[in-house]
């Protein structure tokens, strides 16, 4: 009687401890995104560091919040510094060129060496005309901001770069407001109070819910990972 008794008492502590825990899940898991949102908004509101690329290429690329906008820049290596949602080493990716309009393409992440490369790469006209007539694409991930890949000549470069409307997003994100539309995906898209869809709508570019497993892109010449 006394073990049957105990078998019982010990079948409702388990059940009632894996329940709890994930009610407990439920509640800290929005918690979790809450933060790493946060944090990836602090590294896109500004690029500081530095390119490095395995081949010689070129970054000769200006534009100085949308008014003088000049050059050419076409890059595919490695972030150093802080930017790209993140502070460290990433993969980074541009090709941005034109006279007073120009067409600016940017990524950053591992996303770049998967299949769908070109959903995590943002595609905009720069420069005051380029943002005021069609095909009116400017999104809110650099517009308006400050973009200079300059100078990166062969294997190694510069990037400093502002983007105001990021640091408004990240301002406003404290407060759950997304105006950048970037939170959960890999490309942002004007919205107010948050963007919807959660990936359902015919957004290919949704990341998804933030996850504790870090991505992690291979640094050349090295068998440690590198985020």
């Known amino acids: 009687m006394r073990v049957r ?14 329940m709890l825990g994930a009610a407990g899940c439920q ?22 560091g530095f390119t490095v690329t395995a081949t010689p290429q070129v970054g000769l690329y200006w534009n100085s919040l949308e008014a003088l906008v000049a ?7 490695w972030f150093v510094g802080f ?16 006279l007073l309009v120009s067409e600016e393409n940017v990524g950053w992440g591992p996303g770049l060496d998967g299949e769908n490369r070109e959903q ?22 650099y517009t308006p901001a ?18 105001y409307t990021q640091m408004i997003d990240f301002m406003l994100g404290i407060f759950t407001i997304d105006i950048a539309g970037d939170d959960g995906y890999a490309v942002g898209r004007w919205s107010f109070p948050w963007r919807s869809g959660g990936g359902g709508g015919g957004d290919d570019d949704y990341v998804g ?14 068998d440690r990972p590198q985020k």
């Open 71 to 77: 050059g050419y820049s076409e890059i595919d290596g």
């Open 146 to 163: 400050c973009v200079h890949f300059f100078p990166h000549i062969a294997y190694f470069g510069f990037v400093w770069n502002a983007r």
């Open 120 to 141: 995590v790469i943002s595609h905009r006209s720069g420069g005051l005309l380029g943002i005021l007539l069609p095909p009116y694409d400017s999104g809110p991930d």
């Open 209 to 222: 819910e933030a996850s504790g497993t870090a991505d992690y892109q291979q640094w050349p010449g090295s």
């Open 83 to 98: 930017g790209g949602g993140q502070v460290g080493v990433t993969r980074h990716y541009n090709r941005c060129f034109g």
């Open 5 to 18: 008794l105990l078998s019982r008492l010990f079948a409702a502590t388990f059940l009632g401890t894996v």
């Open 27 to 48: 509640v800290l898991k929005p918690v979790g995104n809450y933060f790493v949102y946060r944090y990836q908004d602090l590294g896109e509101m500004a690029e500081f």
